[in-house]
C-alpha cells in the first residue's frame, strides 16, 4: 500500500505521494459534494431546535432561547468552520492543476458557504465575539502550506518526466518560504506600531458603546444597592435624630436657664416689700 511503499523508500517520498494523490481525486471531489450535507444541516440547526422545543416545556420562549444557545462550538465554533473551509482550499489548491473541473466544485462550496454563513451569523446565530483575526491569520498560513504541498506534489509529477523541469518548479519552495517568512514577519496584525497611532483617535476619552451588565449578579447588585441606600437613609435618619434630641436638650437648658434667672430677679426685686 502506499505507507509501506512511503516506509520502505523514504528518499522517493515524493514521488511516492505524486503517484498516489491523482488516485484519490475521486474521494476528494465526493468530499466536496458531501460538504453540502454540513452545510444544510448548519441552516437547520436541529440540536438548537431540539433544545429549544425541550425548554419551551420549562420556560417561556426567551428563557427557553437563552438555554438552547450558542450552538455546539466544536463543530459549529469559528474555529472548526475555519478548518474545514481551510481544507476545502488546500483540495482546490492541490488538486486544481491535476484536475481543472475540481476548482469549479471548490468555487460552487466557496458561494454557498458565504450565503449560508452570511444568512446564520446575522440572523439566526447568537454574536460571535470578535478574535481581532485570529483564526482569518491560521487560515491564510494553512494557505501557505497549502501551497508548498502543491509545490511539492507538482515538482515530483514533472520529476517522473524529465528532471531539469523538476528543478525548476521546485524552486518555487524557496518563494513560498521566503513569503511566509515575510508573511509573519512584516505584517502586524496582533500589535500596532506606536508611531501609526494617532494622538487624537488613540488617547481621546471615548464613551463605551454599551454598558456590560452579568445577569447572574443582578440581584446580588440590586440587593447590595438596597442595603447600602438603607444603611445611608439610617445613618441619616440617626444622624438627625441625636442633632434633634440635641437641639431639644439645648432647648430645655435655656428654659431652665431662664426660669432660674426670673425667680433670682424677682427675688431680688421682691425684697424691701416683704421686709
Not at 505507507?3 to 498516489?20: C, M, R, T, W, Y
Not at 454540513?38 to 441552516?43: A, E, Q, T
Not at 443582578?218 to 442633632?243: P, W, Y
Request: with cysteine; glycine share 6%; aromatic share 12%.
Amino acid at each position: 500500500g502506499f505507507a509501506n511503499e512511503f516506509i520502505s523508500s523514504p528518499k522517493q517520498g515524493l514521488i511516492v505521494v505524486a503517484k498516489a494523490l491523482p488516485g484519490q481525486m475521486p474521494f476528494f471531489m465526493n468530499f466536496l459534494v458531501v460538504y453540502w450535507i454540513d452545510l444544510v444541516m448548519c441552516l437547520l440547526r436541529l440540536p438548537e431546535l431540539s433544545k429549544f422545543k425541550y425548554f419551551t416545556r420549562i420556560f417561556d420562549q426567551a428563557e427557553a432561547k437563552k438555554h438552547s444557545e450558542p450552538e455546539d462550538q466544536d463543530y459549529y465554533g469559528i474555529g472548526a468552520r475555519s478548518a474545514r473551509l481551510s481544507i476545502l482550499m488546500a483540495v482546490g489548491t492541490v488538486y486544481g492543476t491535476l484536475f481543472p473541473p475540481i476548482c469549479l466544485l471548490c468555487a460552487f462550496n466557496f458561494g454557498f458557504t458565504r450565503v449560508a454563513y452570511g444568512y446564520m451569523l446575522v440572523f439566526a446565530e447568537t454574536r460571535k465575539p470578535d478574535t481581532g483575526g485570529l483564526h482569518w491569520v491560521s487560515m491564510l498560513r494553512c494557505t501557505f502550506i497549502a501551497c508548498a504541498l502543491y509545490a511539492c506534489v507538482m515538482s515530483a509529477e514533472i520529476f517522473r518526466m524529465a528532471a531539469a523541469p523538476a528543478a525548476l518548479a521546485s524552486a518555487s519552495l524557496l518563494y513560498i518560504l521566503l513569503s511566509y517568512q515575510s508573511f509573519t514577519r512584516k505584517f502586524m496584525w496582533q500589535d500596532l506600531p506606536f508611531a501609526d497611532l494617532d494622538p487624537n483617535i488613540a488617547f481621546a476619552q471615548r464613551e463605551p458603546d454599551e454598558e456590560y451588565f452579568q445577569e447572574e449578579l443582578g440581584q446580588l447588585r440590586k440587593t447590595s444597592l438596597e442595603q447600602s441606600f438603607t444603611k445611608q437613609v439610617n445613618e441619616l435618619g440617626g444622624r438627625a435624630t441625636s442633632e434633634a434630641s440635641a437641639d431639644s436638650d439645648n432647648q430645655s437648658g435655656k428654659q431652665v436657664g431662664e426660669s432660674s434667672s426670673g425667680a433670682h430677679r424677682s427675688k431680688t426685686q421682691g425684697g424691701p416689700e416683704d421686709v
